[in-house]
């Protein structure tokens, strides 16, 4: 039966579905993303690309400013603390929070544990690049789960790759045999049981969202038409030259991802992409950060 | 029977799942064109309002769907859903069907830190499994209105005409008596308006 705090987390992921997640640095761009039909806001004070930009080390937001973005829109909130810190997390849940991103995109405060996020009874989501890190996210107790893809680079191709990674492994988990699945829970590094779920449901036992690299509604559609149940997205918005015109346009184009016509439409006239940069020419790999 | 299922944003799937296992055909609604097939019923699933709104008026949905609903195409809304179809929404200008003839208060009991999950009694029905997850509460509900299930003193679903709208999630769990309720009282006895 259904009746813990942890059942309720994973039911509000299930009502991001179909929607895009944006990340903001001021209320205004809040209410610039509310308008443009996020289905959540993702408050930080710098995003990725300005991180990347910046180095040293980046952590939790003030909460001043993230309390400043729940004020600004009705949608909800969430915000990143860092990978291991427990201290951080707490304080997000102090101040209400909708949702916490473990996030590697933030530098990493322990290099070995990740939050026990089942003490919590606030909801989590992590990034993962293949079903063994989503599986262990699980199973500390993250309620939602997104690729990590390569963040703040505008280059969608880490994205893919994970998404084509954790899809292609569902569907062999699949179709295995009950000998065959205590091998695979022993090889991915997983709990059983949450490895059988995956068999039965062919599917992760939670939301599964495309985040990492996303910067055109095309990157948007390719990650639903992958297997993605919704889309964040981080710099590629408020780097780009039209924020609320391609805000929009990634939304609808997650709605209608499989209307070739209507994607052509809505790629159209959008205005300068965010720059980019290509993985061979970054030096910190974050989705390297929290296996 | 054919089932429309609005799925611009939200837990559309889950809706779609449960009329399906139910023996139901189900359609999705998320452009125009889809609106050329014939529907028994609408569900307006959870999600954020916001969103699904402005979807609803820029894909050009929002005037076919209020005028269908209006003709009498029964409608089962659950969360955002009910936000869609209030006449007036409370601390926003902006409404959207305009189809029910109630006053409705969005994220009414507070964060996601304040959702919540009870047994309840639904149109007689004993122990219905209800999730509240960032719920939104009727504050009016015009006179004449069918009241189907109550928490704490507060209206959790009502019944107008051929319009059911909740402020709980009944789809999220394997409990689909609620979907059934909808197809035999409203669906099979659909009132003419």
């Known amino acids: 039966m259904k009746n813990t705090q942890y059942e309720l987390n994973c039911d509000l992921a299930k009502m991001l ?24 806001v ?54 209400g929070i909708d949702y916490i991103d473990e996030s590697e995109v933030l530098s990493p405060a322990d290099d070995v544990y990740h939050i026990n996020k089942q003490a919590f009874k606030i909801p989590f989501v992590c990034g993962a690049r293949d079903l063994g890190e989503a599986l ?5 107790g993250a309620a939602m789960i997104r690729t990590k893809g390569e963040p703040g680079t505008g280059d969608v191709v880490q994205a893919v790759r994970h998404m084509r990674k954790m899809m292609q492994e569902i569907r062999r988990v699949n179709s295995m045999a009950d000998d065959e699945l205590y091998e695979a829970a022993k090889t991915l590094q997983v709990p059983f049981h949450l490895l059988d779920k995956v068999r039965s449901t062919g599917k992760l036992p939670v939301v599964n969202f495309a985040a990492g690299g996303v ?30 015109k391609r805000a929009a346009a990634i939304v609808k184009a997650v709605t209608n991802y499989q209307d070739a016509g209507m994607l052509a439409e809505l790629s159209t006239g959008l205005g300068e992409a965010m720059v980019g940069i290509n993985p061979a020419e970054i030096k910190v790999i974050m989705e390297e950060r929290g296996i | 029977m054919k089932i429309a299922i609005l799925a611009l944003q939200g837990d559309f799937a889950e809706h779609e799942a449960g009329f399906r296992s139910l023996g139901c055909d189900t359609f999705q609604i998320r452009q125009k064109k889809d609106l050329e097939h014939h529907a028994d019923a609408l569900i307006l699933p959870g999600g954020e309002s916001t969103v699904q709104g402005k979807l609803l008026r820029e894909l050009d949905l929002i005037e076919i769907l209020r005028e269908r609903i209006g003709n009498g195409l029964p409608v089962m809304a659950t969360c955002a859903g009910t936000i869609l179809l209030a006449r007036q929404l409370l601390d926003d200008p902006v409404s959207h069907f305009g189809t029910l003839n109630a006053v409705v208060r969005r994220n009414a009991y507070g964060r996601q830190l304040d959702s919540f999950f009870i047994h309840g009694s639904f149109a007689g029905l004993p122990d219905v499994p209800m999730s509240f997850i960032r719920a939104p509460q009727f504050e009016f509900c015009a006179p004449g209105t069918e009241v189907l299930a109550e928490h704490q003193g507060r209206i959790t679903a009502v019944r107008q005409g051929n319009q059911l709208a909740m402020t709980f999630h009944p789809e999220l769990g394997k409990d689909l008596r609620v979907a059934s309720w909808f197809l035999s009282e409203i669906v099979q006895k659909r009132h003419s308006v």
């Open chain 1, 17 to 40: 579905k179909g929607g895009v997640i944006m990340d903001v640095t001021t209320p205004e761009q809040a209410r610039i993303a509310e308008d443009a039909g996020a289905c959540a």
């Open chain 1, 42 to 95: 993702m408050a930080l004070e710098r995003i990725p690309a300005d991180i990347r930009a910046a180095g040293g080390v980046s952590r939790m937001s003030d909460p001043g400013m993230i309390r400043g973005i729940q004020e600004a829109v009705s949608i909800p909130v969430m915000a990143k603390c860092r990978i291991g810190h427990i201290a951080e997390a707490r304080i997000l849940e102090a101040i």
């Open chain 1, 136 to 140: 262990r996210r699980i199973a500390e």
């Open chain 1, 215 to 244: 910067a055109t509604p095309a990157d948007a559609a390719l990650m639903m038409m992958l297997g993605a149940e919704g889309v964040f997205v981080g710099s590629g918005i408020f780097k780009s030259g039209d924020p609320a």
